[in-house]
């Protein structure tokens, strides 16, 4: 069975770091799209980022683009989202996530970032 | 940029039916998937390719598509259905999501 598994969220100052893993495992992760979605507390969900199964394309919303890092270790089945210049706007729970249109997405359980002085 | 609209909120009583609608210019050309949130919990995939259900889905939850709408149908609608609903699709390796609707049962 398929399972993504977030970790790394937490506490961090405006202006500051953070880097999310997710432990991906029951697929082939090397070949696979992966991705990042977050949920601002009483808000929708947002997609914030992608990465191609190589590593070698990736994109990001406005939102984030210039702060965000995403890459990955295919020889570890895991996947980071490397989070600077945090604003108190990036506090979200984030969840790792696999697209798969003809079988159903994969989501993980998600992490939670809080931004605040 | 895609959008896809979807009502803010939906209210039935008991053993009613649901509807929930979404609807983008996108969706002629993606698959949609829905996915249920209840507070505190992540989101579960509810439909995905416009009208298949992952197993452990209740026959009860279904999807339909025409055109540039697809519509999420909960038949007998139930208390414990009431949660907020997203309706997304996956355009060029981007996730476009609704903004969501809250489904009340009462």
């Known amino acids: 069975e398929a399972q993504l598994l977030e970790s790394g969220g937490g506490l961090a100052q405006p202006g500051g770091s953070l880097r999310l893993s997710c432990a991906a495992s029951?697929?082939?992760?090397?070949?696979?799209?992966m991705g990042w979605v977050r949920q601002a507390p009483g808000k929708g969900l947002e997609w914030v980022s992608y990465i191609t199964g190589n590593g070698g394309g990736t994109d990001y919303s406005d939102s984030v683009k210039g702060r965000f890092t995403v890459s990955r270790d295919n020889s570890k089945n895991m996947l980071y989202l490397q989070m600077d210049s945090l604003r108190v706007e990036d506090t979200a729970i984030y969840y790792c996530a696999k697209d798969r249109p003809y079988d159903g997405d994969y989501w993980g359980q998600g992490t939670l970032v809080t931004v605040s002085s | 940029s895609y959008e896809l609209t979807q009502p803010s909120s939906v209210s039935v009583s008991p053993g009613q039916t649901a509807r929930i609608t979404c609807s983008g210019d996108i969706l002629s050309k993606k698959f949609t998937r829905w996915v249920l949130q209840k507070p505190g919990q992540a989101p579960m995939l509810l439909i995905y390719k416009d009208t298949e259900r992952p197993s452990g889905i209740p026959e009860r939850i279904s999807g339909s598509s025409s055109g540039t709408t697809v519509t999420l149908t909960i038949s007998g609608a139930q208390v414990e259905d009431e949660a907020d609903y997203y309706c997304y699709c996956v355009a060029d390796n981007s996730w476009v999501f609704g903004r969501g609707t809250k489904l009340t049962v009462l």
């Open positions: 029951g697929f082939t992760f090397t070949r696979e799209v």
